[in-house]
């Protein structure tokens, strides 16, 4: 994962947005995943965006996407403390047979 | 949507023996599986590229001998660990892609994880 980079934490307040960046390397990636962790468990695919897109909104779910600068980001919106989870972000290689490499993950953590 | 199914889901060994896991596409046909680790509080490395009715591509670093793979059929893909040992205890995770959404589009589908613990 060392080449998919996210910030390792942060926190928010229940009903506030939260922001969890991640940046890519390679630009041959076709595609673009968000993906959720709960403790213990596998992981659940959220959303993901094809690379020649820069906006995919699903619900509380906006993803941005700035492929010039290779930049991601998941913005969950009114985020609950269901929310509470680690997010990891991956970049599927198409050069690479498709293989996905994923980003360190950020744990998000939501106050009541 | 699609389902991945591991098995098993936990499992304690002793050290020395050999531990199968398997993974399952349930509704759905892939022609390739990926094998993931996760230590604690750590991403998912790759570990190795499995390709039905071809031998597995393993990612640098990940001893084929030690992690056998064998994906035998179009929905089945079993990932052996061979004279385990505590510190191949961690998390292993598989994940498949529909054989129609073509080699990096779509959905990639990931089973629940099997956790293994050597003693």
């Known amino acids: 994962g060392e080449d998919v980079e996210q910030s390792l934490f942060l926190s928010v307040r229940e009903g506030d947005s939260s922001v969890i960046n991640c940046t890519y390397t390679d630009s041959s990636s076709t595609y673009l995943y968000w993906y959720k962790q709960e403790p213990g468990a596998g992981l659940q695919l959220l959303t993901y965006i094809f690379s020649n897109m820069d906006m995919k909104q699903d619900q509380r779910l906006t993803v941005l996407l700035n492929k010039k600068d290779k930049h991601l980001s998941l913005r969950i919106a009114d985020t609950q403390t269901g929310d509470s989870a680690i997010y990891f972000c991956a970049e599927s290689r198409h050069n690479q047979g498709g293989k996905l490499i994923f980003g360190q993950g950020t744990e998000l953590s939501v106050k009541p | 949507g699609a389902v991945v199914s591991q098995h098993p889901s936990w499992v304690i060994c002793k050290s020395g023996t050999s531990v199968k896991i398997e993974c399952r596409s349930l509704?759905?046909?892939?022609?390739?599986m990926f094998w993931y680790r996760q230590f604690p509080k750590q991403s998912l490395m790759l570990m190795a590229t499995?390709?039905?009715?071809?031998?597995?591509?393993?990612e640098q670093g990940v001893e084929k001998d030690k992690f056998l793979i064998n994906h035998a059929s179009l929905t089945l893909s079993t990932l052996t660990v061979t004279s385990a040992h505590p510190e191949d205890s961690s998390f292993y995770i598989c994940?498949?892609?529909?054989?129609?959404?073509?080699?990096?589009?779509?959905?990639?589908?990931f089973g629940e994880g099997s956790r293994l613990t050597v003693l």
């Open positions: 509704d759905f046909q892939a022609t390739t």
């Open positions: 994940s498949a892609r529909d054989k129609t959404s073509g080699m990096s589009g779509g959905e990639l589908f």
């Open positions: 499995s390709n039905e009715g071809s031998k597995a591509t393993y």
